[in-house]
């Protein structure tokens, strides 16, 4: 099993607000980079969205059940299709999304416990405290050419020495990947 965070980032380190829907002053600086940028399978997750989970926290799982059930085609269809852990204090009902269940207990220990690879979009307290933890093995940036100056960062307060393993041209953002262990 592995843990696997994947995130629109600007060069600063940004990770808040990529689509505008955050309402930020800063907000949708990825999409303002065309849909060849942000559309379709950018992360490469491919058969990752079959036999993985995708591990999402209350606001980003909220912003997707409203956006996802209603699309079509290959991605969405996938995405839809995937299993949903949902980490939340206050949602008691995760219906609104196939494949969605609440995470029970604690955090770190529900995904120690996972025995299929958990990817973790967006979702940026997640991912900062599973990295805390050392749980994360990879990270999957789409790093778009914008400066936000200002909004959350994916590292505040997490060190991290990475190894890249791989970085491509995604339209006008660059998919860069990076293992925190050797493989």
């Known amino acids: 099993m592995s843990v696997i965070v994947v995130e629109f980032i600007t060069l600063d380190g940004v990770v808040d607000d990529p689509d505008g829907s955050g309402g930020t002053a800063g907000g949708g600086w990825a999409f303002r980079h065309g ?3 942000v559309g379709g399978d950018k992360f490469r997750l491919g058969s990752l969205l079959e036999t993985g989970t995708l591990l999402l926290g209350r606001t980003t799982w909220e912003l997707f059940a409203k956006l996802w059930p209603g699309r079509t085609g290959e991605f969405a269809d996938r ?6 852990l949902v980490a939340s204090r206050t ?3 995760v219906g609104a999304w196939q494949n969605s269940s609440l995470l029970h207990g604690d955090l770190a220990e529900a995904v120690a416990r996972e025995e299929r690879d ?3 979009i967006g979702s940026i307290g997640i991912a900062q405290a599973l ?3 050392d749980l994360v093995d990879e990270y999957r940036l789409l790093v778009f050419p914008s400066v936000a100056g200002e909004g959350r960062r994916l590292f505040d307060g997490v060190a991290a020495d990475l190894r890249l393993v791989s970085s491509t041209q995604v339209g006008a953002a660059v998919l860069s990947t990076y293992r925190t262990r050797p493989a």
């Open 35 to 37: 849909p060849e940028s």
């Open 79 to 84: 995405l839809n299709a995937a299993a949903k």
């Open 91 to 93: 949602l008691t009902d």
């Open 118 to 120: 958990v990817i973790v």
């Open 131 to 133: 990295a805390r933890r």
